[in-house]
Antibody
Framework: EVQLVQSGAEVKKPGESLKISCKGSGYSFTSYWIGWVRQMPGKGLEWMGI????????RYSPSFQGQVTISADKSISTAYLQWSSLKASDTAMYYC????????WGQGTMVTVSS | EIVLTQSPGTLSLSPGERATLSCRASQSVSSSYLAWYQQKPGQAPRLLIF???SRATGIPDRFSGSGSGTDFTLTISRLEPEDFAVYYC??????????FGQGTKVEIK
């Protein structure tokens, strides 16, 4: 079965760092883009950025460039989304998804940033 | 960056009716790299349509996509109770950023 499994929910304080993960299985991880999508509470989907694990080609939305870092470790079929200094406004559900049109989605990771 | 504008914001319809959702791009979407997604509360989005008009695996044929250039449409021919949800379009033809529309909510009238 093709699937993406994301790491669990996180509760953090402002200023802390965080790295969440997305593990692919059931397909060739290096042959498909993996994208990250933010959904703030009660809001729509926002495309954050995308990585091609085969060569680590990475692109970012201008809205998220410099705010997050996307990476991947193809040896363990896992993509990552990380923050160096979280803000309360980073509170959201984060999804990873496969491909250019996102045909497979992870279950989502809820990130809560609160003092 | 291509901006996608979806209309209407909310569509109030009854089961069995036809739903027509619009997605307009601020500039031409190359090679019709336009997708549609459905999202229900508490769930991850699901791909319905890619390449503007191709149904994803397992998607019922009451869902259809059309359009090219800057104007795209998702049509649900006869609404089933499980189709009431939020729908998003996304363009993935214009590198480096691939944007979503703001969504259309299809609600029960």
């Amino acid at each position: 079965e093709v699937q993406l499994v994301q790491s669990g929910a996180e509760v953090k304080k402002p200023g802390e760092s965080l790295k969440i993960s997305c593990k692919g299985s059931g397909y060739s991880f290096t042959s498909y883009w993996i994208g990250w999508v933010r959904q703030m509470p009660g809001k729509g989907l926002e495309w954050m950025g995308i990585i091609y694990p085969g060569d680590s080609d990475t692109r970012y939305s201008p809205s998220f460039q410099g705010q997050v870092t996307i990476s991947a470790d193809k040896s363990i079929s896992t993509a990552y989304l990380q923050w160096s200094s979280l803000k309360a406004s980073d509170t959201a559900m984060y999804y990873c998804a496969r491909g250019r049109s996102f045909d497979i989605w992870g279950q989502g990771t809820m990130v809560t940033v609160s003092s | 960056e291509i901006v996608l504008t979806q209309s209407p914001g909310t569509l109030s319809l009854s089961p069995g009716e036809r739903a027509t959702l619009s997605c307009r791009a601020s500039q031409s979407v190359s090679s019709s790299y336009l997708a549609w997604y459905q999202q229900k509360p508490g769930q991850a989005p699901r791909l319905l349509i890619f390449g503007a008009s191709s149904r994803a695996t397992g998607i019922p044929d009451r869902f259809s996509g059309s359009g090219s250039g800057t104007d795209f449409t998702l049509t649900i021919s006869r609404l089933e109770p499980e189709d009431f949800a939020v729908y998003y379009c996304q363009q993935y033809g214009s590198s480096p950023t691939w944007t979503f529309g703001q969504g259309t909510k299809v609600e029960i009238k």
